[in-house]
């Protein structure tokens, strides 16, 4: 069985992920949306990893050492400045947030597949709140798309 490879995956991600919005959160305090939702959000992914708790003592989870090549979210090291540089980082955001999206996906399968109500019911609670991430990061997307592209210098 390789449940625990995306259960350690989906893990970590979400670890990632919460950093990462708390990176950009900090990038940009300057923007009291970011910041605060940002944070709100990373509160989530926390929640998020709390949750799998009951599925990885059940199956059990591989670490990123273990796992295959190349299947583990890399996270902002670093926030950019300026207008464009929200939106270099608010797409970063996304694009973590859909690895996060689609191993929720994943997950959900393989629970079905199991007919396991337990990890079902843990997919349900926190797979919603992905989705209205991602929702929300392109609506910020597109918000701040205007004004770092065409208004700024």
């Not at 989530?44 to 090549?69: F, M, N, S, W």
């Not at 689609?102 to 959900?108: D, E, F, L, N, Y």
Request: charged share 25%; aromatic share 6%; net charge negative.
């Amino acid at each position: 069985m390789k449940l625990p490879v995306y259960l350690g995956l989906l893990h970590s991600s979400e670890g990632v992920l919460a950093e990462s919005f708390r990176q950009v959160a900090e990038g940009h305090g300057d923007e009291p949306d970011v910041y605060y939702l940002c944070h709100t959000l990373a509160r989530q992914c926390d929640e998020h990893q709390k949750a799998l708790a009951p599925a990885i003592d059940r199956y059990g989870e591989v670490t990123e050492d273990d796992e295959p090549e190349r299947l583990h979210a890399q996270g902002l090291s670093e926030t950019r400045s300026g207008p464009v540089g929200l939106l270099r980082d608010l797409q970063d955001l996304y694009l973590i947030a859909s690895l996060v999206d689609v191993t929720w996906t994943v997950v959900k399968q393989a629970g079905q597949g199991l007919r396991d109500t337990g990890l079902l019911d843990i997919v349900a609670s926190c797979d919603g709140q992905t989705t209205t991430q991602l929702k929300w990061l392109q609506t910020r997307i597109k918000q701040a798309a205007p004004q770092a592209l065409i208004a700024a210098e």
